[in-house]
């Protein structure tokens, strides 16, 4: 049965999607900034692991563990520093930052790593599969998506069962009233930051394991993560892997019927779902 | 030595301003009523006193401290907590989490516990995993009072509780005053309703244009002398 593989691998491929989604979307919800440089952010991830794998010779998951905190932190001086200034009223002006953001990303990868494209190496899994009769899975598709809803409920256990969380949506509603709770905004949306820097790194984990980067590929990750986070309905998660799950399917019928309508496919996908639900599957039900 | 004053203050919204040299003060265990008609600047006295209008140092003090440019979040940590005007629960949070958030990042230790809010308004319990923004107006405002209490403020704001309430439900809410009091608060409300303000204060301010035309005990205010504080001379 091709179309089921065709299918399955598609859900699978929505995993890798949920992950780049899941940090623009959790910053998107609390803070209302659209993270252009998002995409970037990943590859800056990859390259950091890539680093720390080959100067300490560990596994990419370890080498990864390693990058989470350094990423957090980097989100969290990211945010205090330069977002913070720039976040109000008007949302060009975090636009237009998030954007310069990702040309200097891209510039300063191009400038540390060359042009070259490179690859995080897993070893023997990254072409193991598992046979289930109907389908034949890859290892690594599984794991992506199963960490993508790992992420995801935890993303979601912190949102709604923390006293941090309490903080992010009061925050998110009314960041003036929140303010009156002994809640500082500016260091709500640095450790929001930081923990998306984290999810980020989890994506930047897949994203260099499963194929080959160089420093400019970012703006293409960050376009599915977007159609994601925007057929899911903005704000929620689940949502978020509904839309990337969406857009995978989508790509793998279209390469299984013309490998040139891959990409096609999945931007067809999107627009289909916005015309059908302008606010996406799973809109918030106040905004 | 007042619990909490301020001193000449002055506010207002960019050019706009709004307040011209207001000077009131509350004592322990007292409570104040600010009356005035809209737009006299009430509202943004209590924005001034709570942090989220930025004053100089010197414009609110508040035990011996000036507090006058410190933020909203650091206001509330030293026992001034604001129920602002509108209620202005958050939509995202359950009751109960309206009520906790109050309390954030701080362990409280005083009278107000979570129990003790919903001793005080029994409804909020049973409405407790609701979203606060679902209930009627008089709960809202419970809640939005209790979100201000549980962090166990020396000195309450209340800007306008009675807005747009029933009678019965005003009088429901009034009726916690006196354990808000008993409790250790001094409490300054805000009152469009000056029959409500007379009633539960031992001082009265009332203010025009953004200047305090008249004060007194609620006993020595006559009639007319409220109306021409409120409306101006003229009226
Ligand atoms: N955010 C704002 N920006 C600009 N001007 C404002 C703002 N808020 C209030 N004002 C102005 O400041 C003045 C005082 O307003 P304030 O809200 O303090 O009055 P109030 O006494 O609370 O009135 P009400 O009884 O209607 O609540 C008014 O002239 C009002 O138009
Ligand atoms: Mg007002």
Excluded at chain 2, 113 to 129: G, N, T, V, W
């Amino acid at each position: 049965m091709i179309w089921i593989d065709t299918i399955a691998q598609g859900i699978l491929l929505g995993g890798l999607y949920a992950l780049f989604a899941a940090g623009l979307s959790l910053v998107f919800g609390i803070m209302r900034l659209v993270n252009l440089a998002h995409g970037d952010l990943i590859v800056l991830g990859a390259y950091l692991i890539l680093l720390v794998v080959s100067i300490l010779g560990i596994n990419p998951f370890l080498a990864a563990a390693i990058a989470m905190p350094v990423m957090f932190g980097f989100g969290w001086v990211l945010q205090r520093l330069v977002l913070n200034r720039v976040l109000g009223e008007d949302i060009l002006p975090p636009l237009l930052v998030t954007f310069g953001l990702s040309i200097v990303l891209q510039n300063a990868l191009l400038e540390g790593f060359t042009a070259d494209s490179q690859r995080v190496r897993a070893g023997p899994l990254e072409t193991a599969s598992v046979d289930l009769g109907a389908v034949t899975l890859g290892v690594m598709p599984m794991l992506t998506f199963a960490s993508a809803i790992v992420v995801i409920v935890a993303l979601n256990q912190i949102f709604y069962r923390t006293a941090l969380g309490r903080a992010f949506r009061a925050t998110s509603d009314d960041p003036v009233t929140a303010s009156l709770m002994g809640i500082k905004p500016a260091s709500v949306f640095a450790v929001a930051t930081g923990i998306a820097m984290i999810v980020v790194t989890i994506a930047a984990l897949y994203l260099g394991m499963r194929s080959n980067f160089d420093p400019t590929i970012g703006p293409a990750r960050l376009i599915y993560a977007f159609e994601a986070v925007i057929i899911g309905g903005l704000g929620s998660l689940w949502g978020t892997l509904v839309g990337g799950i969406i857009i995978g399917v989508a790509q793998t019928v279209g390469a299984a019927i013309n490998p040139e309508w891959q990409i096609l496919a999945g931007h067809v996908a999107f627009l289909v779902v916005l015309l059908i639900k302008p606010r996406g599957l799973f809109p918030r039900a106040y905004d | 030595m007042s619990l909490l004053a301020t001193h000449d203050l002055t506010a207002g919204y960019g050019d706009f301003q709004a307040l011209f040299g207001v000077d009131i003060a509350l004592d322990e265990g007292e409570t104040i009523a600010i009356i005035g008609a809209n737009g006299a600047g009430k509202t943004t006295l209590m924005r001034s006193i709570a942090g989220v209008l930025r004053n100089a140092p010197q414009m609110v003090t508040f035990e011996g401290r000036q507090v006058g440019a410190l933020p909203a979040d650091e206001i509330v940590g030293l026992g001034i907590a604001m129920v602002p005007e509108g209620r202005k629960l958050f939509p995202s949070l359950s009751v109960e989490e309206n009520l906790l958030i109050g309390a954030h990042g701080r362990s409280g230790n005083g009278y107000w516990s979570l129990q003790r809010i919903y001793d005080l308004f029994p409804i909020l319990k049973e409405k407790r995993r609701v979203p606060g923004t679902s209930l009627s107006g008089g709960q809202q405002q419970m809640v939005a009072i209790g979100r201000a209490l549980i962090s166990n403020p020396r000195v309450l704001l209340c800007d306008e509780i009675s807005l747009g309430l029933a009678p019965v439900v005003i009088r429901d809410i009034y009726a916690a005053l006196p354990q808000i009091q008993e409790a250790g608060a001094a409490v300054i409300v805000v009152e469009q309703d000056i029959g409500q303000a007379m009633k539960v204060a031992d001082r009265v301010h009332c203010m025009m244009e953004g200047r305090v035309t008249l004060s007194g005990a609620p006993s020595d205010l006559s009639r007319d002398a409220i109306h021409n504080a409120y409306f101006g001379a003229a009226a």
